[in-house]
């Protein structure tokens, strides 16, 4: 691999709306996981423990041109997972010209909608984080991460990382 694949263009829809064209700029969540260091006898130095997902959880940050009522009126949304947000972004690398379809798809509720500065003839621009209980990555029609925060549902390459857990806790 010579090139890397670059993000060479991208649409957002929320909800299903197609926001071509008012969509600016997208920070898919972050992956974190919490870790704690153990360190028992017999041990030279500690191991971390995985303990699942970090207490800052799974964020979209969005911007979007102008102003749109459309996310105002969502705010306080009652259900945690009460809207979609969908990213596809078309990557290609500039040494084979091969362009690979990125696709993610979250579900939660709006936590901050910033209204920007608002100066007559200037630019103006709505920043929003969304709080997500459900992310999935697809790239090039293959599902790489799945996660249902809601129903403790952890997929990773096609591995159900929680598989054994639900079943001791009889789910």
Known sequence: MAMPRK??????????????????????????????????????????????????????????????????????????????????????????AAVSAVEVVVRGRHETIDMGEAVAGEDTEQSITTTCSYYKLTVDGTVLVEIDLLNFVEIIDGVDMLAAQRRAIGL
């Open 7 to 96: 993000l060479k263009n991208m649409n957002t829809f929320h909800d299903g709306v197609s926001y071509m064209g008012v969509s600016k700029a997208v920070t898919l969540p972050v992956l974190a996981r919490k870790m704690e260091g153990y360190r028992g006898g017999g041990m030279n130095g500690p191991v971390k423990a995985d303990l699942g997902f970090s207490d800052d959880g799974l964020q979209l940050e969005w911007k979007i041109g102008g102003f749109d009522d459309q996310v105002i009126k969502q705010f306080a949304n009652q259900s945690a997972s009460g809207l979609m947000i969908r990213f596809a972004g078309s990557y290609q690398r500039d040494d084979t």
